[in-house]
């Protein structure tokens, strides 16, 4: 690799600076004829060169890419478990990052000249007559004065600096869909209370802890003359907002592959999943945190309102428009069916429009496109062909994987080649222990509140590992190098920088050893859901009856009267799949049901056809609301009346009481023919070959 | 979709031009800390209200794919054959350019102030001073003198127009890949001298032929006063070269459908995959052509030279480039299996690196990455596991339908919203004129002379048949908007235009009247090769031995050596596929060979595991040349035992002899178990479906 980057400096490109004598007399010998073919020549090579230049520089971050993924792929071979694709990533990076910067002296260019263009604003376009001729510019930033001398040395690490804007319109949408498409699985929707909990009243009780924390820091700071510019506490609160969103990629992914408790798992994914959308919209609230009048930091009721207005506003309106393109993408894929290219790409595309849908009506694009990730996993996904759904899923799992490290790599280089970064030593213990506070103050608490209500308790060893695996990752870069223009921006993102590597490093690479230090169970098989299972044993041994009515009351009635409205309606209307509508309408609604209602539904009535029925695994509840309305409706079959034997089964708690029974492998086995198939993600199994070449 | 434009206009952003008085004496009054406060919020609210802008203009092309795409499954449903999408998508795009163009008027602005900025040059990037600030900018290109005063009303229609390098360098790309990796087929190869010089030969006569033609009639153009504008020789040159690339996308979907003649179809689809490198290479030099001295168009012979040699260099220099990192990734995924998600990745962004390092190193990315694509298709995809066989398939698959679907109907939209149209009705005919005499200079005696060594005679109606299908498309389309600087290339862009639509609609909407006016067999099944086991059945009947002779001397010795080298060495060497090296190697090269050979070559020697065996259908003259070095190399098994009784087969001109034999169609049925499987296209046949959620 480092042999490699060769090219990409030796056709380094200089900017060049042009002087704008004022008032200039413009003075030119030769003819304008063939002056203006010299020039166009002049402007083709220098457009030429820019964008050598420019495809050297993609080519460094596209071969750290793939150093990236080979080193991955003999760590894997190796099954060495320390070093998760995203830490090496950044270690790739760093490297690359320090070879810029300190390996590489662009000699300086002679003829070079500045030019110094007095102009009372700076607008987003900009037109320069240079000689007759109007070229159009477009703004790209503000530089730092005191960086326009050395602007030429600095000129290559420019050029290897994004738009910070690329991260949040490029890389994180196919990242956060990834995630809401993947997020389909059954315990998700079982520990839905915890993980809403955690994710919105969490990460608002973490960003403020962490906001009042700095902000005592920082007056601290200021006091002992350690602060060299403006920091508001606005500041410190948006700080908060952006660290508090968690990203355990790598915690999960050795969750995933020590095959740890899947309670546990779905509470950390979930809550990072939605807390990245409770950040980003919470951040962009409090930046449009803006009292009226001259001091433009003071607290004021009614701006404080606006901006609690505004988050309201922003979250709903993004949910919403998720959702909504979510079932009108359903909807046109309940026909679309036989022509698998244009399924995925339509797919493909309505998933996008989300995103720009959303940011040109001013809502979150993100947090849209998450929404309507969950929402096509939940209905389009069933209306798709099984080669679309294939499809869609490694094609995300793709941009997924991709963007992902893209982002990490992009991380370890920048914390060389960025050029205004402020390092300051007591900002930067305060914050990594105002995280520390900010984790333990949205864990502990939470999960004590939570355990009232929980049948399966959140033990005290998941707490400590929930509290350990709050690594910050993609979402928190985006937000803070999304603007470095004040000193406080510039503070925040070193500091962010560092947690980040701290954080994945770190806590990353100690996973293992917290989980077995913790004593935490691996090697649970995958997602089948073993605990369910044996409690079912434990249930049919036991015998049951006398604990189905307390397990009734105990699962969220808000979220029952939900699942039903769902399975009854929703799913009949917008998938192929579920029971036909006009079994779960009333009678009187007769000729509706028949027209909304496709033929497979009705042919779904004999088989078992909703891949979703094991959303929720207490269904014996469900059954029994659902059998309420008519006899015939039982879509699910022999799933259902499965469920019905499993009525009452308490989903945990039964963890230590399984090794009592030494022959669970058996019942196991014997239960899960009934058991519907598991939403794992896609096992490439060899599906059977058919092209060869 | 128009209710849906409105909102994209709605929140249209005008650009601001800022007067810059000369030698302005700074004049302000409030405070410099608030100003600058105010200043940022409207630079924040500028940069916000821009990048919604763009959301919105995205959010029209995506949206016009989508109805693209809803439109052409109704058509596909109903099996209507007029229209291809990319046809369709031109339409859609020409009815949006209309309503943008004549539908919205936007009121002007009265802040406006215009900004006349005399600098004596045009950097590419520009720091401005404002008031102590510096921002910095980059130029995004030349506006027209008379546009200037204007430029408010064309802003939103310059908004929807892409930076034209944007088709070269984002779309372009995975086009020309997914051609390249789907080329892979056996008829390709039979007819690749064929190919070869309809490519090669064919595309730099049209080039010239054209070229001429139009100097005659700019020429004319200028003594009967039509011309406004230069127009010089090497003008009508790169007219000739761009409107030389065919694109035959429409017609060859029709073929695929109508199951057209296999050896038609490998003519059509190898010579416009090939003739696109060819045009941009030619394009491009002759861009380059500046002879030194005042006057910069007349002849000089070493201009000359030096043009041919740029064409020589950046073609082979590309060629190189593409095929060697097709066969560097051939060797990383040689060892890279079992990790499908990295493979895929791997091989993406091997793919990528290769056009930007062509781009890096001043070679042309386009040509990179089809040699690129074909290298992949030949090596590396024997080496991915079966998955990523189907995942790399179906994400260039998608990759090329997108990129497809939005440069068509990016074209529809370009009519009416492209500033600097130039219709010029005699120039229109004429070019119209020369491409018809330069697409028949092209085919017919090139086929007469290729006829002369074939013996799979090019029939007339097939050659009609391939000079009706030189449609022109994507290719073209982005060859000329690259550049629309001058008066010449504008009128060309113009024309070029037009010339697209033209034959897209008309001749691809006239496809299955041309066929059956030809009456060009349909209904061919797929790409079994029918007339090659059609012959070998009359071989058999009439008698083998006495043609072998003469096959083997007609069949290309330059190839069959080739075929030799790359099935004995570079095969086993690069792939899991081939026989293994020991067997081919001379013994004394002994250790090495067992060094470079993978386990699996050793395991391919009993069965048939090489995909690519049927590349060469006469391989019964291979499997002769190949039986000299050792006797137990015969590493195709059945096939090639099967391929030595078809010794001789010649391949065709017993199209109409077939109907002669009533029970063809059982041999075919006896053949085919001998023969190995076909390399059409993915055919998602059901693969078993493991995943459920």
Not at 16 to 44: F, G
Not at 330 to 335: D, E, K, P, R
Not at 607 to 630: A, E
Request: contains cysteine.
């Amino acid at each position: 690799i480092l042999l490699r980057i060769k090219p990409a400096t030796r056709t380094l490109w200089l900017l060049v600076l042009v002087s704008l004598p004022v008032c200039i007399s413009v003075c030119r010998a030769s003819s304008p004829q063939e002056d203006s073919a010299m020039e166009n020549i002049v402007t083709e090579k220098k457009a030429e060169e820019s964008h050598r230049q420019d495809s050297a520089d993609l080519l460094i971050f596209i071969l750290l890419l793939t150093l990236t993924i080979l080193t991955i792929w003999l760590f894997k071979h190796r099954r060495f478990r320390f070093l998760h694709e995203t830490g090496l990533a950044m270690i790739y990076g760093l490297i690359v990052g320090v070879i810029l910067r300190y390996g590489i002296h662009v000699p300086r260019d002679v003829s070079n000249i500045t030019l110094n263009c007095q102009v009372n604003a700076s607008p987003a376009t900009l037109l320069v007559n240079v000689s007759g001729k109007f070229y159009e510019y477009t703004l790209k930033g503000e530089i730092n004065a005191n960086e326009v001398n050395d602007v030429q040395d600095n000129e290559m690490l420019r050029k290897v600096t994004f738009d910070p804007e690329v991260f949040f319109n490029i890389l994180l949408p196919p990242i956060i869909f990834h995630a809401g498409y993947s997020l389909k699985r059954r315990h998700f929707f079982r520990n839905m209370g915890s993980i809403l909990a955690y994710a919105f009243l969490g990460t608002v009780i973490s960003c403020f802890i962490i906001g009042l924390l700095m902000y005592g820091c920082v007056t601290l700071m200021k006091q002992v003359g350690q602060l060299g510019g403006d920091f508001f506490f606005t500041d410190c609160l948006f700080f908060g907002a952006i660290v508090s969103a968690t990203d355990p990629v790598t915690v999960l992914a050795i969750f995933n592959e020590l095959q740890v408790d899947v309670d546990l798992y779905a509470l950390l994914f979930g809550e990072s999943v939605l807390n990245d959308a409770v950040a980003v919209v919470l951040s962009s609230s409090i930046v449009a945190y803006q009292p009226e009048g001259d001091n433009s930091h003071t607290f004021e009721v009614m701006a404080l309102l606006k901006s609690f207005g505004i988050f309201l506003g922003v979250f709903s309106g993004s949910f919403a428009l998720g959702v909504a393109t979510g079932i009108v993408t359903a909807l046109i894929s309940f026909f679309l069916r036989d022509f698998q290219l244009l399924e995925t790409a339509l797919f493909f595309l309505m998933s996008w429009s989300t995103f720009l849908l959303a940011e040109a009506c001013g809502f979150t694009g993100v947090v849209a496109v998450l929404f309507c990730g969950i929402t096509q996993a939940h209905y389009t996904y069933n209306n798709l062909s099984p080669e679309s759904q294939d499809r869609t899923k490694q094609l995300f799992e793709l941009l997924n994987f991709l963007a992902e490290n893209f982002i990490f790599s992009y991380m370890g280089l920048t914390l060389f080649t960025f050029q205004n970064h402020v390092f300051n030593p007591m900002f930067i213990v305060g914050a990594f222990v105002a995280l520390f506070i900010g984790r333990a103050a949205n864990i502990y608490p939470l999960s004590f509140l939570l355990n009232l209500g929980r049948r399966n308790k959140i033990r005290s060893n998941f707490q400590h590992m929930m509290m350990f695996a709050g690594l910050r990752g993609a979402m928190t870069f985006a937000l803070s190098i999304r603007d470095t223009a004040t000193y406080a921006r510039q503070m925040m993102f070193s500091t962010t920088l560092l947690v980040v590597f701290f954080t994945v490093w770190i806590c990353g690479g100690g996973t293992t050893q917290m989980l077995s230090c913790q004593r935490i169970r691996v090697g649970v098989d995958s997602d089948q859901d073993n605990s369910v299972m044996l409690s079912v044993f434990v249930q049919i041994s036991v015998g049951e009856g006398s604990e189905r009515r307390s397990t009734k009351q105990e699962s969220a009635w808000l979220f029952r009267i939900w699942y039903n409205f769902d399975h009854n309606y929703l799913k009949p209307i917008l998938t192929h799949s579920g029971p036909p509508l006009t079994a779960t309408l009333p009678p009187c609604c007769g000729p509706l049901a028949r027209f909304l209602t496709s033929p497979q539904a009705f042919e779904n009535e004999c088989q078992l056809k909703d891949d979703d029925s094991d959303l929720i695994l207490r269904d014996g509840d469900i059954s029994l609301t659902y059998g309420d309305i008519t006899v015939s409706t039982d879509a699910s079959g022999a799933h259902t009346s499965g469920g019905l034997a499993f009525a009452g089964a308490s989903t945990s708690d039964d963890l230590d009481r399984e090794l009592a029974y030494g022959d669970h492998e058996l019942v196991m086995r014997g239960t899960r023919l009934v058991l519907p198939m598991d939403d794992s993600e896609p096992s490439f199994t060899e599906p059977h070959h058919r092209m060869r070449m």
